[in-house]
Every structure is written in structure tokens, then in C-alpha cells.
């Protein structure tokens, strides 16, 4: 959540058409952002093939990043566009690198530079290198609204090869490990876990692609979603072939808002009789609704948590934070908790009354976290303990 500079020359990007219109007085306009969905996946898990198919639909007007390695320190980055009739192509060069391991400041202003000079788009997809891990890259997008930026973080798609995936899971080395730059704290004394694993940790949304492959064989594909569920239990599994999916699913998530959708925070229930994976895996706890000093025992809680990468003396990271806080008073009042990695943010609920929040059975707190070693003993007792409240596994 930092402010942003970059370095682009005025003939780099190609002049549109303002379909929108102008206005006499933009700066009185209020600020209109575009969302911004990072599209990651294992090598050859179809990622390109799903863009490809978002380009054929004329829903929207979409700006599509593609970001694969390159061979030199200048990296080019192809900037195409289609509003469903034509392609424009421009190339965009990064000064510091690759975008997945460049600093904040020209990632986004590059983007948003983009955005000002060619013209109006209703959404941007950036589709991120097979062994990026999503999120330095999400943290990137993530800001904070004072900044005023043109573009903000809608979600994370996670696009899986489920012929493949399996093997993808166990498939640990340490080039990976290397292309995703300085290792965490965590890192250094944790075993190392597969780019899958990071990329479906992260996920808000995971497409399961080639599932036309296992017509025959129903219940290995269950068994697979079973084994993806026990890493992240909160991202809802789509199920696609060559790439082909419902674009309500994966656009306009808004996924780290403060909406009723992230309030609810539903889980697989493949969870808890799936596969255990105790290298990464999803905890969540269910708690009664808090009063003030509790809410401020579970955020330093949760800020030692992730920024020290400690829990009672055992060494974690958290790649994934989601929760909701529910306040025991008149205000009854409910908090929607988001975080990747060392970030979070903790929003009220946008427009929902109490009432509507007790119609929808949500009268109690819960946290999920996703993350490398830990369990729910471990995460339980630690947060009953520091908070005082009594917990329950959900």
C-alpha cells in the first residue's frame, strides 16, 4: 500500500477510442477504479487457453497482461486489448524486471499509467508466470482506497491441470523456490512446499481445467478437489474444459471488500474427511461475538501471527487470512477480516443491517487461516488463550 512512480515513454501505448465520452471537469468526476484479477497457474495448466476464451466473450472490455519470464533484465511485457472486434498490441518494459518480483511503485503506475492513456477499460486480467507466487504480486494491487488509485485487486484466479495437479502438489524444487526471490523468515527452517500449493493457497477462486478428461472417472476428480480443498477450503473449485467458465464466477469478485459474500466465508465440506497436509492446510475457528477489547486482543494477535511468523514458539506462515468479527452490543456490529501474507485489513460490513446479518445465520466470529505448519490445536489454543474466548472447530 505504497504510492507509485513510473517511467513510460508517451508513444508506448496506442491511442483508443473513448467510448465513455469526456467530461468538461473530469477532476470533478468521482474516481471510478477498474478491478484488476491476477490469473495464475502451474506451467501448462491452461491460463492462456481460459484468456483466450474471456477475449471471444463481449461483456466487457478487457485489459490483458501477460507476465513469463524473460531472458534479460529489461523484461517486455505485452500489453493486448480486445473489445471484441479488434487487438492492440503494445509492448511494456518494466525498468526493474520482471513484474512478479519488481517493486511496488512501477507495477501499478505502469498499469495505471496504461489505463489513463489508451482509453477506458472495464476490467484488467493479468496473467502471471507458471512459477510466480501470487502473492507479492496481490500485495502489489492491494492498496489502500486513500491512495486513490485507478485500478484495485478484485481477485485471484488459481488455474489447475487436474490430469496433473497431483503430481504438481509433490513437485518441490528449488529453481522454483529460487525465481520466487528472498525467502520469508518461515522459510528459511520450514520445508519448502510446491508452487501449486502457494498459487492454490491464495486462490479465491480455483478452476479446475481438463475436467473432460475424467467423464469415466468421477470419483478420481472428486478425490482431486478433495486433496485441493485440504489446502484452501474457502475457494470455491470450478469445474472447466479448455477453459470455458461461467464469467460471473471469476470476474467482479470483489474479493477483499467488506461485502456480504466475504462475510458469510462458506467452506468445503471436503475438509474435514479429505486429505491432511501437514506442510499447508486450512484452520478455521469459530468463536462468539466479541466485545471492542477482544477485537483488539484478535488483531494483535493476528499481527504477531503474520509478522513474526510465530505461534507459542512454533514457527508458521500464513499466506491467507479471511474472518469475520461480530460485536457483542447494541450496534451489533460485523467486521469482514481479509489478508495475504504479512498484509490484512480489517472493513465494516458494506450495506447490510444487523438484522439482515442475523437472517442470515451469522451470529458468531470466525477466522481462517491458510498456511504452512499449522494445525488446529496449535491455532486454537493460542487464540482462546490470548483473546479469552472459547473456540470451536467449523
Given at each position: 500500500?505504497?504510492?507509485?512512480?513510473?517511467?513510460?515513454?508517451?508513444?508506448?501505448?496506442?491511442?483508443?477510442?473513448?467510448?465513455?465520452?469526456?467530461?468538461?471537469?473530469?477532476?470533478?468526476?468521482?474516481?471510478?477504479?477498474?478491478?484488476?484479477?491476477?490469473?495464475?497457474?502451474?506451467?501448462?495448466?491452461?491460463?492462456?487457453?481460459?484468456?483466450?476464451?474471456?477475449?471471444?466473450?463481449?461483456?466487457?472490455?478487457?485489459?490483458?497482461?501477460?507476465?513469463?519470464?524473460?531472458?534479460?533484465?529489461?523484461?517486455?511485457?505485452?500489453?493486448?486489448?480486445?473489445?471484441?472486434?479488434?487487438?492492440?498490441?503494445?509492448?511494456?518494459?518494466?525498468?526493474?524486471?520482471?513484474?512478479?518480483?519488481?517493486?511496488?511503485?512501477?507495477?501499478?503506475?505502469?498499469?495505471?499509467?496504461?489505463?489513463?492513456?489508451?482509453?477506458?477499460f472495464d476490467y484488467i486480467l493479468l496473467e502471471?508466470?507458471?512459477?510466480?507466487?501470487?502473492?507479492?504480486?496481490?500485495?502489489?494491487?492491494?492498496?489502500?482506497?486513500?491512495?486513490?488509485?485507478?485500478?484495485?485487486?478484485?481477485?485471484?484466479?488459481?488455474?489447475?491441470?487436474?490430469?496433473?495437479?497431483?503430481?504438481?502438489?509433490?513437485?518441490?524444487?528449488?529453481?522454483?523456490?529460487?525465481?520466487?526471490?528472498?525467502?520469508?523468515?518461515?522459510?528459511?527452517?520450514?520445508?519448502?512446499?510446491?508452487?501449486?500449493?502457494?498459487?492454490?493457497?491464495?486462490?479465491?477462486?480455483?478452476?479446475?481445467?481438463?475436467?473432460?478428461?475424467?467423464?469415466?472417472?468421477?470419483?478420481?476428480?472428486?478425490?482431486?478437489?478433495?486433496?485441493?480443498?485440504?489446502?484452501?477450503?474457502?475457494?470455491?473449485?470450478?469445474?472447466?474444459?479448455?477453459?470455458?467458465?461461467?464469467?460471473?464466477?471469476?470476474?467482479?469478485?470483489?474479493?477483499?471488500?467488506?461485502?456480504?459474500?466475504?462475510?458469510?466465508?462458506?467452506?468445503?465440506?471436503?475438509?474435514?474427511?479429505?486429505?491432511?497436509?501437514?506442510?499447508?492446510?486450512?484452520?478455521?475457528?469459530?468463536?462468539?461475538?466479541?466485545?471492542?477489547?477482544?477485537?483488539?486482543?484478535?488483531?494483535?494477535?493476528?499481527?504477531?501471527?503474520?509478522?513474526?511468523?510465530?505461534?507459542?514458539?512454533?514457527?508458521?506462515?500464513?499466506?491467507?487470512?479471511?474472518?469475520?468479527l461480530m460485536r457483542d452490543d447494541n450496534s451489533?456490529?460485523?467486521?469482514?477480516?481479509?489478508?495475504?501474507?504479512?498484509?490484512?485489513?480489517?472493513?465494516?460490513?458494506?450495506?447490510?443491517?444487523?438484522?439482515?446479518?442475523?437472517?442470515?445465520?451469522?451470529?458468531?466470529?470466525?477466522?481462517?487461516?491458510?498456511?504452512?505448519?499449522?494445525?488446529?490445536?496449535?491455532?486454537?489454543?493460542?487464540?482462546?488463550?490470548?483473546?479469552?474466548?472459547?473456540?470451536?472447530?467449523?
Open positions: 500500500m505504497v504510492n507509485t512512480t513510473v517511467a513510460l515513454d508517451d508513444e508506448d501505448v496506442p491511442e483508443l477510442v473513448d467510448v465513455a465520452g469526456s467530461y468538461d471537469h473530469p477532476e470533478s468526476m468521482p474516481l471510478k477504479r477498474v478491478p484488476i484479477t491476477i490469473v495464475t497457474g502451474y506451467l501448462g495448466s491452461g491460463k492462456s487457453t481460459l484468456l483466450n476464451y474471456v477475449a471471444t466473450q463481449k461483456e466487457k472490455k478487457i485489459a490483458m497482461i501477460m507476465n513469463e519470464f524473460g531472458s534479460t533484465a529489461d523484461i517486455e511485457r505485452a500489453l493486448t486489448v480486445r473489445d471484441g472486434q479488434s487487438i492492440y498490441e503494445e509492448w511494456l518494459e518494466l525498468d526493474n524486471g520482471c513484474l512478479c518480483c519488481t517493486v511496488k511503485d512501477n507495477g501499478v503506475a505502469a498499469i495505471e499509467k496504461l489505463m489513463e492513456k489508451s482509453g477506458k502471471t508466470s507458471g512459477v510466480a507466487d501470487p502473492g507479492p504480486i496481490a500485495n502489489m494491487f492491494w492498496l489502500d482506497d486513500a491512495l486513490l488509485s485507478s485500478i484495485y485487486l478484485d481477485g485471484i484466479i488459481t488455474v489447475l491441470d487436474a490430469e496433473n495437479i497431483v503430481k504438481s502438489l509433490e513437485d518441490v524444487t528449488e529453481d522454483d523456490q529460487s525465481k520466487r526471490g528472498q525467502k520469508s523468515k518461515a522459510e528459511e527452517v520450514l520445508p519448502r512446499i510446491s508452487t501449486a500449493s502457494i498459487q492454490i493457497a491464495h486462490a479465491d477462486v480455483i478452476i479446475l481445467n481438463k475436467c473432460d478428461r475424467f467423464v469415466t472417472r468421477p470419483s478420481d476428480l472428486e478425490a482431486i478437489k478433495a486433496r485441493i480443498s485440504s489446502i484452501n477450503s474457502i475457494a470455491p473449485i470450478v469445474e472447466s474444459t479448455y477453459g470455458k467458465v461461467d464469467l460471473s464466477k471469476i470476474l467482479d469478485l470483489r474479493a477483499y471488500d467488506g461485502t456480504i459474500d466475504n462475510a458469510r466465508l462458506s467452506s468445503s465440506k471436503e475438509l474435514a474427511n479429505g486429505w491432511h497436509d501437514h506442510r499447508i492446510a486450512t484452520i478455521a475457528l469459530g468463536f462468539d461475538k466479541t466485545t471492542q477489547e477482544q477485537e483488539e486482543k484478535i488483531e494483535s494477535w493476528l499481527q504477531h501471527v503474520l509478522w513474526e511468523y510465530d505461534i507459542d514458539g512454533t514457527v508458521v506462515e500464513i499466506h491467507r487470512t479471511k474472518g469475520r451489533r456490529q460485523t467486521r469482514i477480516i481479509q489478508g495475504v501474507r504479512d498484509t490484512y485489513d480489517i472493513v465494516d460490513l458494506e450495506g447490510e443491517s444487523p438484522l439482515t446479518v442475523d437472517d442470515l445465520d451469522m451470529n458468531y466470529g470466525k477466522l481462517v487461516l491458510i498456511g504452512k505448519n499449522i494445525s488446529y490445536e496449535l491455532v486454537s489454543k493460542s487464540f482462546s488463550d490470548y483473546v479469552d474466548i472459547t473456540v470451536k472447530q467449523i
